[in-house]
């Protein structure tokens, strides 16, 4: 059982939207922690994808954005293109537990 | 460019140990820390815990405290990873990843390639 929660599977046709949400609880985003996602394709490393909530590294499209209220946080894809799926998880610091927090990943579909 | 090279894939039997290295280069080794996640088949990462390559500073996640060691070199920019006392459920993909500054809250902005280690009888 991940401490951050996120919806185990998410599907979208080419060019349509889609938005990955991540729940935790007072002692991780909520506490004010920043959240980062990270977008795992088939057999490889992850890879950054946003960091500090809604912060895209380079290389990263702008198609890609991150937003967070509360205690949880929102993974948003446009233009979704087939190069898009993968698994994606959120990550977080905890508090009670002093060390980072994932969520249980959510696999991406590209119908 | 930042790279992120792991040993190769380890066997071992329940209640050996194994030492997992991760080598970098592309950038300055004593400048970013390193923590340390795994993935266990089909499932997601877990935490073990971080490493301050300045200082040597390292903090644990509860769950492998007493279980785990995690060392740097810094003549050959190359981080480590022990664990001890490895049971069946310790098999899993184990990967290092640069954090992105000196604190276990920051993104790990560049990961290793992973190294599975299968305990087994």
């Known amino acids: 059982q991940s401490v951050l929660t996120q919806p185990p599977s998410v599907s979208g046709a080419p060019g349509q939207r889609v938005t990955i949400s991540c729940t935790g609880s007072?002692?991780?985003?909520?506490?004010?922690?920043?959240v980062q996602w990270y977008q795992q394709l088939p057999g490889t490393a992850p890879k950054l994808l946003m960091y500090g909530n809604t912060n895209r590294p380079s290389g990263v499209p702008d198609r890609f954005s991150g937003s967070k209220s509360g205690t949880s946080a929102s993974l948003a894809i446009t233009g979704l293109q087939a190069e898009d799926e993968a698994d994606y998880y959120c990550q977080s610091h905890d508090s009670s537990l002093s060390g980072s927090v994932f969520g249980g990943g959510t696999k991406l579909t590209v119908l | 460019q930042v790279q992120l090279v792991q040993s190769g894939a380890e066997v071992k039997k329940p209640g050996a140990s194994v030492k997992v290295s991760c080598k970098a280069s592309?950038?300055?080794?004593?400048?970013?820390?390193f923590t340390w996640v795994r993935q266990a088949p089909g499932q997601g990462f877990e935490w073990m815990g971080w490493i301050n390559v300045h200082n040597g500073d390292t903090n644990f996640a509860q769950k492998f405290q007493g279980r785990v060691t995690m060392t740097t070199d810094t003549s050959t920019s190359t981080a480590y990873m022990e664990l001890r006392s490895l049971r069946s459920d310790d098999t899993a993909v184990y990967y290092c990843?640069?954090?992105?500054?000196?604190?276990?809250?920051?993104?790990?902005?560049?990961w290793g390639q992973g190294t599975l280690v299968t305990v087994s009888s």
């Open positions: 592309g950038y300055t080794f004593t400048g970013y820390s």
């Open positions: 007072s002692s991780n985003i909520g506490a004010a922690y920043d």
């Open positions: 990843a640069r954090l992105l500054c000196s604190s276990a809250t920051c993104p790990l902005d560049y």
